[in-house]
């Protein structure tokens, strides 16, 4: 009876040892595939909210979108204020400095070139900014570069 059964035991057990063996594989390969897509994930977590928090644009482009796009454009397109590209060509970096710190105490020292814009532009008053200097020069340096 032992003897007659032996081979066929060898027999399912070589079945059951290459079942194992693959199982294991399987298991193995399941894992790694997990693993690397869960590294995926992961990366995907943490590179995409870096790739948005690290700005990619300018302090001066920053700026200049959230305070004066409401009243001017970065071509030569007039708004409510004129087209800020070339403006650099035009006016010094001083005086584009006094002109966004206090527009309205430029126009009132005299100034020829502020009057003036300010009587073009039908006196409309543009809103005075306590930028400091670094702020002004990434301002005046994405002006420059517009
Ligand atoms: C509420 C509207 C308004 C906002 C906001 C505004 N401006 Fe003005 N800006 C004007 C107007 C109007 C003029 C034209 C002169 C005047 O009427 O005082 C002007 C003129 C200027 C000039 C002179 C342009 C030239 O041709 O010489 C510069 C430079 C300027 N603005 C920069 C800025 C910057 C930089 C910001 C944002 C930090 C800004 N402005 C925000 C309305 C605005």
Not at 17 to 41: H, P, R, Y
Not at 63 to 78: G, I, M, P, Q, V
Request: aromatic letters at 10%.
């Amino acid at each position: 009876m032992i003897k007659s059964n032996l081979p066929q035991f060898l027999f399912m057990s070589n079945i059951l040892n290459f079942d194992w063996v693959a199982g294991k594989f399987l298991l193995i390969m399941l894992c790694a595939t997990c693993l690397a897509c869960s590294q995926k994930e992961t990366d995907k977590q943490t590179t995409l909210p870096a790739q948005t928090n690290t700005p990619k644009i300018s302090l001066g482009e920053q700026l200049f979108t959230s305070n004066c796009t409401a009243c001017h454009s970065n071509t030569t397109e007039n708004g409510v204020g004129p087209g800020l590209k070339n403006v650099t060509k035009r006016r010094s970096k001083q005086w584009i400095s006094a002109f966004i710190k206090n527009s309205q105490a430029l126009i009132a020292s005299g100034d020829k070139e502020a009057v003036a814009l300010f009587n073009q532009y039908n006196k409309s008053v543009m809103t005075s900014f306590s930028f400091n200097e670094a702020e002004i020069d990434s301002l005046y340096t994405y002006l420059e570069k517009l």
